[in-house]
């Protein structure tokens, strides 16, 4: 193998790929990055067994070949090296991979690439002498590039991370032939986003397909997407057989450094029913209250301070309006160590007065992920879930439910 692409782009594919390298296991072999150079591109991948991801930089390639290298003591290297051309070579007799740039050299002592698990492709620029059992085959979508990435980020936060809850670590994405909709919940809180697709041409899927997606699995792909080109749309493949699905990003056409050609991730599918929600999410309120999402969120954040030493708890009172006065949203918050904060708040209020107390995160958290200037927050009563959605998106598109917390004592 003889190879030779920018210092930029390499640096890139491996920061990608990187994040799928596999910490803990006992197979040596996945502690590393593969790199293989065809067709005049170089092929970087990494799995852990439960993501792998390919990715695919533009290079000039002499001899094809493949060798697979440490993933920290490569990624370490091509980081220190200058914006430069990088020419590697590979002595298959020893396995050694040989790097020049500018005045540096180096030689890293690698594995077989036949060792290497396979990671399934999407099929794109599969040759008919590859192998193409490793072609993913199941319902294939085009997703738009930028709504999606939101989507994912609108969503992930409320997946559980306690690994103790496997299906809460999911995100149970339903995919239907005109909507696409995304749930996640960690039992106190409740994230829901769907969208409409309208896209000619678009697969038959039938009956409404439903998955269970790592939540971490997703974040990886909304982070990838970040560098990807938003006019073309990201390919979707789902194979219920393989329990698996893969997403395809492309990279910025027109630019030459710090960018790949393609990214493809597939992830396992969780195997496992996930809790039906719509049961938590309130059908009507009594209490109905508007306000501006960068006060509210900055007034929580003061109040988070206080918060932190008494259960992280802070309370809500919402007071409707008198005659030409507006409303008002009362935040408290008190620690016996450390003292109290009350942050008051203008706001529209429709309905009956309430007291009501939420966990200071996950208030924060939620109004973090409000992309309107307003938000609505509809309540029945202090001990029944509160209902955010941002104002000026449709009604059922973006809804975050959160769980209220009793007062301290």
Same mark, same amino acid.
């Given at each position: 193998?003889?190879?030779? /692409? ?12 990187? !994040? ?15 790199? +293989? ?24 390639? +002499?001899?094809?070949?493949?060798? %697979? ?6 990624? +370490?290297?091509?980081?220190? *090296? ?8 590979? #002595? ?8 020049? /740039?500018?005045?540096?050299? #180096? ?7 036949? &060792? ?12 008919? &002498? ?6 993913? &085959? ?9 709504? *999606? ?10 997946? $559980? %991370? ?5 299906? *809460? @670590?999911?995100?149970?994405? %339903?995919?239907?032939? @005109?909507?696409?909709?995304? #749930?996640?919940? &960690? ?58 699905? *893969? ?19 597939? $992830?396992?599918?969780?195997s496992a029913r996930f809790p039906d929600y719509n049961m938590i999410i309130p059908k009507g309120f009594e209490t109905r209250t508007v306000m501006d999402t960068a006060t509210f969120l900055k007034a929580v954040r003061v109040a988070s ?6 259960s992280n708890v802070v309370r809500m009172a919402i007071a409707p309006g008198n005659g030409a006065q507006g409303g008002q949203v009362r935040l408290t918050a008190t620690s016996a160590e450390m003292g109290d904060n009350v942050n008051e ?43 955010? !959605? ?6 059922? +598109? ?12």
């Amino acid at each position: 193998m003889r190879v030779s /692409c920018l210092q930029e782009n390499l640096a890139k594919g491996l920061s990608i790929v990187g !994040r799928a390298v596999s910490s803990r296991s006992t197979l040596p072999i996945l502690g590393n990055i593969l790199l +293989e150079a065809k067709n005049n591109q170089l092929r970087l991948a990494a799995t852990n067994l439960e993501v792998g991801i390919n990715c695919w930089i533009g290079a000039k390639v +002499e001899d094809e070949g493949a060798i %697979t290298v440490p993933a920290r003591l490569l990624t +370490e290297f091509v980081n220190s *090296l200058p914006a430069d051309r990088i020419d590697m070579e590979l #002595a298959v007799r020893t396995q050694t991979l040989h790097l020049r /740039c500018a005045r540096y050299d #180096a030689n890293i002592k690698g594995i077989e690439a036949i &060792d290497f698990p396979i990671i399934v492709t999407s099929g794109v620029d599969v040759g008919e &002498d590859d192998e193409q059992s490793h072609v993913l &085959d199941g319902v294939n979508l085009e997703l738009e590039t930028d709504g *999606l990435r939101k989507m994912v980020d609108q969503v992930v936060f409320a997946a $559980s %991370t306690n690994e103790s809850q496997p299906t *809460l @670590n999911g995100v149970e994405v %339903t995919f239907n032939q @005109n909507a696409l909709k995304m #749930a996640a919940t &960690d039992g106190v809180r409740l994230s829901v986003r769907s969208v409409n697709l309208i896209q000619d041409g678009m697969q038959d899927i039938g009956e409404p397909l439903k998955v269970i997606v790592p939540a971490k699995s997703l974040g990886e792909m909304a982070r990838i997407s970040a560098d990807a080109d938003d006019e073309k749309p990201v390919q979707v493949i789902i194979s219920e057989p393989r329990n698996q699905i *893969l997403f395809q990003v492309w990279g910025k056409s027109g630019e030459s450094r710090g960018v790949f050609d393609r990214v493809e991730m597939v $992830s396992q599918l969780i195997s496992a029913r996930f809790p039906d929600y719509n049961m938590i999410i309130p059908k009507g309120f009594e209490t109905r209250t508007v306000m501006d999402t960068a006060t509210f969120l900055k007034a929580v954040r003061v109040a988070s301070l206080f918060a932190r030493d008494s259960s992280n708890v802070v309370r809500m009172a919402i007071a409707p309006g008198n005659g030409a006065q507006g409303g008002q949203v009362r935040l408290t918050a008190t620690s016996a160590e450390m003292g109290d904060n009350v942050n008051e708040l203008d706001a529209m209020v429709e309905g009956d007065g309430l007291e009501i107390c939420f966990g200071a995160h996950l208030l924060s958290d939620a109004l973090s992920h409000m992309d309107q200037p307003q938000v609505v927050l509809e309540t029945t009563q202090p001990t029944r879930p509160g209902l955010f !959605r941002p104002v000026g998106i449709g009604e059922e +598109e973006y809804i975050h439910i959160v769980m209220p917390m009793n007062p301290p004592g």
